[in-house]
């Protein structure tokens, strides 16, 4: 019972790019390894701040380790293909903003430097939503302040919980962060099975992750043409970033405020209720689009909650 409802789920999620009735543009930043921007999946949804990409600049890539940037983040890994295909195919209409930040000879602090470049870009440019698939054990100030600077800007986070089997908010063990940031616009993810199980290497938080969504070998777009399977909580953010573009193509909020505890209320109210998430993420629930969009479409009044 529980596989046949994980695959329906996918199915609607599918389903939601010839079902979906537009409103306004919802821009996303994706931060992560670039972009294969010729593949049938991404081509013509990639933007440059407001103009559509060309063949010359799809994107900013951030991951040089002299600090040049370039315009043409090109995907070598595969992992910020697969991010955007998922989003893609859940949200057509979305606008995506390709932002690499991840250099393989870079070590962990470059990385984080690039990753707060593409940051401060990505809030500078005033996307709507950033996909930020990365994080770490340790704080940074840095990237602290530009969290609270999106927060201002009503920008929404929605951040993996991470892959290292472990919960992200014991008050004696390492958090990961942004995830575990208590920011009241940051939506922490963490990734299910086709059981609706936690995937076993996805990071859980009773305070810290928001909701769960499908993270176990996930198909998507894959650079050279190619679709691949994937595993992890960045594609539980995905699903969650396109289900969260779709919210803000169809509400409107009154403030920055309103905007950030009524999508993930929306996201709460609507997701699947399960046993098995119940002591592992804050809402006990795990994505359900199907049941989201029925309820943006009826239009009906939402009861706002804290993280």
């Known amino acids: 019972m529980r596989t046949s409802i ?64 370039n315009h043409q983040p090109i995907d070598k890994h595969g992992h910020g293909t697969h991010i955007a295909g998922i989003i893609a195919k859940v949200n057509p209409n979305a606008k995506l903003h390709i932002l690499k930040y991840y250099n393989p000879n870079a070590d962990g602090y470059q990385n984080l430097k690039a990753t707060i470049r593409a940051l401060k870009y990505a809030i500078n440019i005033g996307v709507d939503i950033i996909n930020y698939s990365s ?39 390492e958090g990961f962060y942004p995830a575990s940031y208590s920011y009241e616009n940051i939506i922490t993810v963490g ?21 769960f969504a499908p993270g176990k070998k996930i198909k998507s777009s894959f650079p050279n043409y190619q679709i691949a399977e994937m595993t992890g909580t960045s594609q539980a953010t995905a699903f969650v970033s396109a289900a969260v573009s779709l919210i803000l193509e169809k509400k409107k909020f009154h403030s920055n405020y309103e905007k950030f505890l009524s999508t993930k209320n929306l996201l709460f109210q609507t997701g699947y209720q ?14 359900n ?19």
Not at 27 to 36: E, L, P, R, S, Y
Not at 191 to 211: E, H, P, Q, R, T
Not at 274 to 287: G, M, P, V
């Open 274 to 287: 399960t046993s098995q998430l119940r002591e592992i993420c804050l809402s006990s629930k795990a994505l």
């Open 6 to 69: 994980y695959y329906i789920f996918i199915i609607n999620l599918l389903l939601t790019a010839f079902l979906c009735v537009y409103g306004k543009d919802v821009n996303i930043a994706v931060i992560d390894t670039g972009i294969d921007p010729n593949h049938p999946q991404i081509s013509g949804r990639l933007w440059v701040n407001d103009k559509p990409a060309t063949r010359k600049n799809y994107g900013v890539d951030f991951s040089s380790l002299n600090g040049q940037i």
């Open 191 to 211: 990734a299910l099975d086709k059981s609706m199980n936690k995937v076993s290497s996805s990071n859980w938080g009773k305070k810290s992750v928001d909701i």
């Open 289 to 307: 689009i199907k049941a989201l969009r029925r309820k943006l479409s009826q239009g009906t009044s939402i009861k706002t909650a804290s993280k």
């Open 135 to 173: 994080g770490g054990p340790e704080k940074s100030p840095e990237e602290q302040q530009l969290f609270e600077l999106a927060k201002k800007k009503g920008i929404l986070i929605i951040s993996a919980a991470g892959n290292e089997f472990r919960n992200i908010d014991s008050p004696n063990g």
